[in-house]
């Protein structure tokens, strides 16, 4: 007998509610995932850029370890490994962070439990593991698009009179932005890829909901097409927004 | 007292000896005109003198002030050295206004509306004002460079530098160019300028040095140096710009 495709169901109910809850968690994980990477970026990037060799090394090493590293053997280690080495306290902290948002809630019309809430020692392992490895690709991004800029820039400037600080606000920084922008943008659109493996500790973000939808529903194809399709949305519309920004804020300029 | 006061100048990258012991003073209001050959040391002497270089030995007095002095404030310095690139490095991102008022605005604290008019002044003197909200590559070879005379104008600098001006320009901009610089020369700017231009130097330098290898081998006033070089090697080096 030939497979009866069942779309309305996968879309609605409780496989649509699921997929919601999947979708929401996506964005909250990515979302938060995306600014603490920028974060570490840019303070792993500084940390390179300064001639104190400590510093340096740190950066190298990072950047190094976090990159060719599989990612989910990071996410396990946050999860599993890092506890043994963090003190109690934090420990603690993190672990009743779940209990800040207590369910049951209503989102989007549906009702919550509170179980797939963003703040389980889970979800924060993935958020630190999917923050921490892009983070040395985005340190990397920016170091490339500030070293692209010629010398004479900074010469020029600092031959005026600014400062290094001044010479890098006014001048470098600026230009290097908008050659930064579209690796930037492959990398947010990386870590929203990577948040799948969350599903590894259980966190319930969308690719997780699609394999619920498919134990539970037997609707495998119709669950990971929709998921699927609901990655490319997300990350068509990161990008495209991004790139507006881009342009009206940042290219006006013209070489 | 001079307004700038070299005294046995040394400088190295790793063994190589770069700058053999340069003594030069240049008066307040004084065109030098520096040239020799390509790698003799021309552009690294001059940007010693704003510590865009560092140097190993010796000394260089602006203003009365060792640039080394603990007291003097590297951007303050720089701000009352201007210098022209040969390349221009004008910054892409900004017009033409906002490359002149950039160091107005950040260094002095000047306020916008001020620093808008100097500049516009400033862009006028060099007779492109008109050109003053397009972008740096709007503008020709000869055009951008006049730019990079005005921002180094702009922070009104005791010193100009200039460092092969018009080497990177197509022929027919030269002219535009030296003619601006010679309006500030007959202004009674100070200027230090590294140039093979030969009218140029005729025209309004005081003084011509020639360098080789790393040292100053012969100086003279213009005419006499074209007409009547001493030395070997400035004979053979205006032999081949003639
Ligand atoms: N950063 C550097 N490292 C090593 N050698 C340099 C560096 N900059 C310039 N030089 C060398 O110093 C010499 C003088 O250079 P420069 O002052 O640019 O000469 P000029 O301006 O007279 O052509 C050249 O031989 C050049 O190769
Ligand atoms: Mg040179």
Known sequence: MQYQFNWIATVTGEPGRWL???????????????????????????????????????????????????????IFFWYFGAGVILPDSINDWINQLYYWFPGPFTLGGGEYTGEWMLFSSESVSVIIALAVYTSAFIAEELRAGIFSIPKNQLEAS???????LQAYRFVIMPQAIRIVVPPLISQFLNL?????????????????????????????FEGFTVATLIYLAISLVVSFAINMYNKHFMLQVKY | MAMIEVNDLHKWYGDFHVLKGINESVEQGEVLVICGPSGSGKSTFIRCINRLEEYQKGTIMFDGRDIHAPEVNINTLRSE?????????????????????????????????????????????VGIHDQAHKYPAELSGGQQQRVAIARG???EPKVMLFDEPTSALDPEMINEVLNVMKDLAREGKTMLCVTHEMGFAREVADRVIFMDYGEVIEQNTPSEFFKNPQHERSQQFLKEIL
């Open chain 2, 153 to 155: 104008l702009a922070m």
């Open chain 1, 20 to 74: 919601w809850e999947g979708f929401v968690t996506t964005l909250e994980v990515s979302f938060i995932g995306i600014v603490f990477a920028m974060i570490l970026g840019i303070v792993i990037c500084v940390l390179r850029m300064t001639r104190f060799k400590p510093f340096v090394w740190f950066s190298v090493a990072y950047t190094e370890f976090f990159r060719n590293t599989p990612l989910l053997v990071q």
């Open chain 2, 81 to 125: 050295i201007g210098i022209v690139f040969q390349q221009f490095n004008l910054y892409p991102h900004l017009t033409v206004l906002k490359n002149v008022t950039l160091a107005p605005v950040k260094v002095k604290g000047m306020d916008k509306k001020a620093a808008d008019e100097l500049g516009l002044q400033l862009l006028h003197r």
């Open chain 1, 158 to 164: 600092r031959a005026t009179g600014l400062t290094f």
């Open chain 1, 192 to 220: 929203i890829k990577n948040s799948s493996l969350a599903m590894a500790l259980g966190v319930t973000e969308l690719t997780y909901q699609a394999t619920q939808i498919e134990s539970y529903h037997g609707l495998a």
